[in-house]
């Protein structure tokens, strides 16, 4: 019989009136990699924050080898041997390896011998693991899996027993995901504890041996992973039975609508960021964009939405040129031809968070019948006609007047897909449209997807979660530093295959 | 060779007039390297010149008055913490509230304890810091160029010029080569990756912010208590503005926020020095036009040749942990 090395009792946390955690319990065993999967938003962040000091509990208690410890900050935390390997890394961008290691055990005032020491240390901890890390590399230079590694090493530096990782897998390619699983099984190797928590089915199944299932901030499950499968945790997941492969009828192609001739686009420091590229979309087809985040997928959404200058090349709609070097559509221009965009970053540009969810609703319609008249906005249309999309898009709550960033984000991007899709455009331009959206959401969005599709809009899908490329896309395009490095039909195409491509090696 | 002793006089009233640019480009630098906006330099530089000649004056030792500006100024300091650390406030608000706040304070403070409104009391010899010359500085004087460089250059400062220059270095190994200046640099990028480091991102804030009091502090004494022999009005005139231009000129560095504050020392030594001097085929230039030369290379450094200037990351945010 193993003893739990970490126990959690009643665990109580609240944020305003939002209880992020009610009644937590939970045991996780030493030496065993745990995997805590839900929703996003149900409250597995906010619990391992407490573990890891950042938050204080409310109530409840913690254990750590059956001793009660009080949490009151990180280091009390990490002097406990626990360490944290955050969703978004916790590393200071510009400071070097080592920096940014020792930065708060530098256990000397003038840095000096200790820093030395430490330095040997840590490059002896890399040759056990395996790491190939230069520690005076800048943390700038660094891809994301490498600054993963280096969040990994600065945990087992300060002596971590049970590391916790957050979504580890969210912006690696799958090759790196590869990587990281063979670091975290030659840890638990080595006895240490994992605890993983992630939204990913694949990754509990692939990895965990226990599982515990979090709903709406509480507890709704622990199994073994081998006495159970995907669809049983998604169910819990979600509190009921969930498709996980979306329905999709065979392709009926009509003609070329959306056209793009070598184009190139320089982001805002004037770096070029996309490179000569051509692409065409059919009527009735899902073109997908698969590539790691940073490789110019988001600048030439901007470009073909009318929000960015086109360097170099054209755009052409239905064969008329839209934009150019030295013209171009504005996205309310490009909306009246029919094109549609869902843009990635919904709280920067989709949305006006602190507006109420029927402003943001009719926004870009707002001016016309029969939301206004005369400049003056109908409201009482604009309440009716909210209240009735709502219903239809299964935005929940149905509360028109409630401010847009109350809602979670799956609700959020309904609203936004609610309003662009209204008006049955001939193109979509939708990015990284499930991005912080939960399973329920997320099975709907894709549902309106394919709808559109069958209706016989040409829709082009830029994601970086290569299972949604993969479900939704009849073509599939790979970009890498800015060009289009591969093309598939997405027939039979593997994730590996993808991954590849995504790297830049293939 | 009296072109070499207008040059030596040159560089000399350089060296001084930079010198409360410098105290106040440092203290800037623990300010901003740590994520807070310090916009409240100029008011801090004006109150601890106001502290250091009262404080003199009735203390009778222009050090103990020192002390008390120092003390002012950490005050000073720490409630900018509190509205903008502690409370998360706007930090530039803070730093003009501070700022109007002085401005109006010394200036009744000065009407209410010596009946003239901003001015103080004129110091005598014992109350004030005086020159100071440098060992054998008369008896080398004629030995060409090292007696000028000696004498006339080196020789016959204030005090506070010496630890000036003398705090660049120490600002720079305090930055970059102890724990401390790790920390401070590293809460001013990312504040949580200090706070997941385990160490405490409002201690750290405000131990920067301290160590900003201490320092301005000198750069008010040395207006007040040394170049001149008493407090009057708005006497900081514009000098903590002209030293934040000069510490984001210097990109938060110590060392090349000091070749700023040298620059602008030297064109406001040079304006000094071109008053009232006839130039050829132009005639005599405006004084107003002269006086506004080292502001004019504000902007036009700052708006031309700093471009890029990187700031801590995290400068203007306040710490917010929890949603």
């Not at chain 2, 250091?52 to 050090?63: C, D, F, I, R, T």
């Not at chain 2, 090292?146 to 020789?155: P, Q, V």
């Amino acid at each position: 019989m193993v003893s739990p090395i970490l126990e959690l009792t009643n665990i109580n946390k609240s944020f305003g009136h939002v209880q992020a955690n009610k009644n937590i319990n939970l045991k996780i065993n030493k030496g065993t990699i745990h995997g805590i999967i839900g929703e996003n938003g149900a409250g597995k962040s906010t619990l391992m924050s407490i573990v890891f000091g950042l938050y204080q509990a409310n109530s409840g208690s913690i254990k750590i080898n059956g001793k009660e410890i009080n949490l009151r900050s990180p280091r009390d935390s990490i002097v406990n041997g626990i360490g944290m390997v955050h969703q978004h890394f916790m590393l200071v961008e510009n400071f070097t390896v080592l920096e940014n290691i020792i930065l708060g055990f530098e256990g000397e005032t003038v840095f000096g011998e200790k820093l030395a020491t430490a330095k040997k240390d840590l490059e002896k901890l890399c040759k056990t693991y395996n790491f190939n890390i230069d520690l005076d590399a800048t943390i700038a230079d660094l891809s994301v899996g490498f600054r993963q590694r280096v969040e990994i090493l600065k945990s087992l530096y300060r002596g971590a027993e049970i590391l916790i990782l957050d979504e580890p897998t969210g912006v690696l390619t799958p090759q790196e995901v590869d990587e990281l699983f063979k670091i975290l099984r030659s840890l638990k190797d080595e006895g240490k504890t994992i605890v993983l928590i992630t939204h990913k089915l694949i990754e509990i199944m692939d990895l965990t041996s226990e599982v515990s299932v979090m709903r709406q901030g509480e507890m709704v499950g622990h199994t073994k992973t081998k006495d159970t499968n995907k669809e049983q945790l998604a169910e819990m997941m979600v509190g009921r039975s969930v498709l996980l492969r979306v329905d999709k009828k065979e392709i009926k192609k009509g003609e070329v609508i959306f056209k793009v001739n070598n184009l190139s686009v320089k982001d805002d420091l004037d770096v070029a960021r996309v490179k000569n590229i051509n692409l065409e979309i059919r009527s009735g087809e899902i073109l997908g964009i698969a590539g790691v985040t940073g490789n110019g997928q988001t600048e030439l959404l901007e470009a073909l939405s009318g929000i960015r200058k086109v360097e170099s090349g054209n755009i052409q709609l239905f064969g008329e040129k839209i934009s150019d070097q030295d013209n171009f559509l504005n996205p309310r221009m490009l909306k009246e031809k029919g094109l549609a965009h869902v843009p990635e970053d919904r709280q920067r540009m989709g949305l006006i968070s602190d507006f109420k969810a029927h402003e943001n609703l009719i926004f870009g319609y707002h001016d016309q019948e029969p939301f206004s008249k005369s400049a003056v906005l109908n409201s009482q249309e604009i309440k009716e006609y909210s209240s009735k999309i709502m219903q239809e898009y299964d935005v929940r709550p149905n509360s028109p007047n409630l401010i847009t960033s109350n809602f979670s984000g799956g609700n959020q991007q309904k609203i936004i897909l609610s309003r662009e899709l209204n008006e049955n455009p001939k193109v979509l331009l939708v990015g990284q449209p499930t991005r912080g959206v939960d399973i329920g959401a997320i099975e709907f969005i894709h549902q309106r997807l394919i709808d559109m599709r069958d209706r016989g809009a040409a829709i082009l899908l830029a994601s970086v979660e290569l299972d949604e490329i993969l479900s939704l896309s009849d073509r599939i395009i790979v970009m890498f530093d800015g060009k289009i490095v591969g093309e598939k039909e997405n027939k039979n195409v593997t994730d590996r295959e993808l991954g590849l491509l995504m790297a830049g090696v293939a | 060779m009296e072109f070499l002793s207008d040059i030596a006089s040159l560089i000399n009233s350089t060296l001084r007039i930079s010198t409360p640019l410098v105290f106040a480009a440092m203290a800037g630098i623990f300010a901003e390297r740590s994520g807070v906006i310090d916009f409240s330099l100029e008011g801090k530089m004006l109150m601890a010149a106001f502290v250091a000649a009262v404080g003199s004056y009735y203390l009778g030792n222009p050090w103990l008055g020192l002390l008390l500006a120092i003390i002012v100024c950490v005050c000073l300091s720490m409630l900018h913490g509190f509205a903008s650390v502690t409370h998360k406030g706007d930090q530039v608000v803070s730093c003009v509230a501070i700022n109007i706040l002085i401005i109006g304070l010394t200036t009744a403070l000065a009407a209410a304890w010596f009946g003239q409104a901003g001015l103080t009391p004129t110091l005598n010899e014992e109350q004030r810091f005086l020159e100071i010359n440098l060992p054998f500085a008369d008896s080398v004087r004629d030995i060409p160029i090292i007696g000028t460089l000696y004498s006339d250059i080196l020789s016959g400062h204030y005090v506070f010029v010496y630890l000036a220059y003398l705090s660049v270095p120490i600002v720079f190994w305090i930055v970059f080569k102890t724990s401390f200046g790790l920390r401070l640099r590293a809460v001013g990028e990312n504040p949580s990756a200090v706070d997941t480091a385990g160490i405490n991102v409002f201690a750290m804030r405000y131990k920067a912010l301290a160590v900003n009091g201490v320092v301005i502090a000198f750069a008010g004494a040395h207006l007040s208590t040394a170049v001149n022999a008493n407090f009057f009005r708005e006497m900081s005139a514009g000098r903590g503005y002209l030293a934040l231009a000069a510490m984001i000129f210097g990109k938060w560095h110590p060392k090349t926020a000091l070749i700023a504050c040298l620059l602008f020392g030297f064109t406001d030594a040079l304006q000094i020095r071109l008053q009232g001097v006839e130039l050829p085929a132009i005639g005599e230039i405006p004084v107003q036009l002269i006086q506004a030369i080292p502001y004019i290379l504000t902007v036009v450094l700052l708006a031309g040749f700093v471009g890029k200037a990187i700031a801590p990351n995290a400068i203007g945010q306040p710490y917010i942990k929890e949603r």
